[in-house]
């Protein structure tokens, strides 16, 4: 039986965003020890989230690292995946 999979990419840094939205991006920014247009670049996706990022996030969020990594990695591959399609 052949894989089945999405198509739909899903960034992982929608979740980080999800997670902030009830708190401004300054107080993140701190929490992560990161400046605010850091973070800003994180939730635009134009960073991935590498084993030390996912940590951080980790410490200061109820996901465990292992997600984070998880999620880009998947989000990453579906990209790779698409793209081939793209040009098949």
């Known amino acids: 039986m052949p ?6 990419a899903i960034p992982p840094h929608e979740l980080l ?9 300054l107080l993140w920014s ?3 020890d990161c ?3 850091t ?3 994180f939730i635009k996706n134009k960073y991935p989230i590498t ?12 996901v465990a690292a292992h997600i984070w990594t998880g999620l880009e990695e998947k989000y990453r ?3 790779r995946r698409n793209k081939e399609q793209d040009h098949e």
């Open 3 to 8: 894989k089945i999979y999405s198509d739909l």
């Open 17 to 25: 965003e999800e997670i902030m939205l009830d708190e401004s991006i």
């Open 30 to 32: 701190e929490r992560f």
């Open 35 to 37: 400046g605010p247009q």
């Open 39 to 41: 973070l800003e670049a």
């Open 51 to 62: 084993p030390k990022i996912a940590k951080t996030f980790a410490k200061h969020t109820d």
């Open 77 to 79: 591959e579906t990209l």
